[in-house]
């Protein structure tokens, strides 16, 4: 053995000590998450987010947060196959605003769109978009199986 050292001071303690287990919901915050004013309801529910410390702000990692709900809850309504994606753009004391994000529709509701083996899920939705060109003229398209495009 070596002169001068000593193995056990200079790990610390004794052999198998343990850690002081520290509960992780301790150290979180709960926060609402309310809808945009379209909707009938606008408390959705609430979300989880590590408390401010330092200079990590707890408002900071709300931001951007994208809460998916179904339009049955936003409007007290049976038809519930529409889901709308909505994004934390703000947060006002333990309140979070979102703003419309995007809308998707429920696995089940696409399935039964698109019969199976009779068409292709490329050629069960239809799309129109207006382009407007550099001299003035607008041009629409519906791209669907059979694409229709006019001034």
Request: proline share 3%.
């Amino acid at each position: 053995m070596a002169v001068g050292k000593n193995k056990r001071l200079t790990k610390g303690g004794k052999k198998g000590a343990k850690k002081k287990v520290v509960d992780p919901f301790s150290k979180k915050d709960w926060y609402d998450v309310k809808a945009p004013a379209m909707f009938n309801i606008r408390n959705i529910g609430k979300t989880l987010v590590t408390r401010t410390q330092g200079t990590k702000i707890a408002s900071d990692g709300l931001k951007g947060r994208v809460f998916e709900v179904s339009l049955a809850d936003l409007q007290n309504d049976e038809v519930a196959f529409r889901k709308f994606k909505l994004i934390t753009e703000d947060v006002q004391g333990k309140n979070c605003l979102t703003n419309f994000h995007g809308m998707d529709l429920t696995r089940d509701k696409m399935c039964s769109m698109v019969k199976k083996w009779q068409v292709r899920p490329q050629t069960a939705s239809e799309c129109t978009v207006n382009c407007l060109t550099h001299s003035g003229i607008v041009w629409w398209c519906i791209m669907s199986p059979d694409v229709i495009c006019g001034w």
